[in-house]
């Protein structure tokens, strides 16, 4: 089993700023991917930003220029550090791993949400 671990959501005015965490931990031989998406009330999930497979990242539209995803591979961590914070930015952010668990497993994965909520 692996368990995905958000945190650092929380309240905040336009223009503000908020970092996300996200730890990966269990049975884990290896992280293909590893990102960040949210969900709106009434909205679909949609991806925020991610590593790739590859290692580079891809950033939605919206987020560009504000918001930059890093990560610890040691730690099977991601980070998001979000700046300039919209009231369009409110959502639950989900972290989301791909993660190979044995040599012939591998298998999407996703954390219980962290809510980030940006007033006017």
């Known amino acids: 089993q692996v368990q995905l671990v958000e945190s650092g959501g929380g309240l905040v005015q336009a223009g503000g700023s908020l970092r996300l965490s996200c730890a990966a931990s269990?049975?884990?031989?290896?992280?293909?991917?590893m990102g960040w998406y949210r969900q709106a009330p009434g909205k679909q999930r949609e991806l925020v930003a991610a590593?790739?497979?590859?290692?580079?990242?891809n950033y939605a539209d919206s987020v560009k220029g504000r918001f930059t995803i890093s990560r610890d591979s040691a730690k099977n961590a991601v980070y998001l550090q979000m700046n300039s914070l919209k009231p369009e930015d409110t959502a639950v952010y989900y972290c989301?791993?791909?993660?190979?668990?044995?040599?012939?497993?591998?298998?999407?994965?996703w954390g219980q949400g962290t809510q980030v909520t940006v007033s006017s």
């Open positions: 590593f790739n497979s590859g290692g580079s990242t």
């Open positions: 269990g049975r884990i031989v290896s992280i293909n991917a």
């Open positions: 989301n791993a791909d993660v190979r668990t044995t040599w012939y497993k591998r298998d999407d994965y």
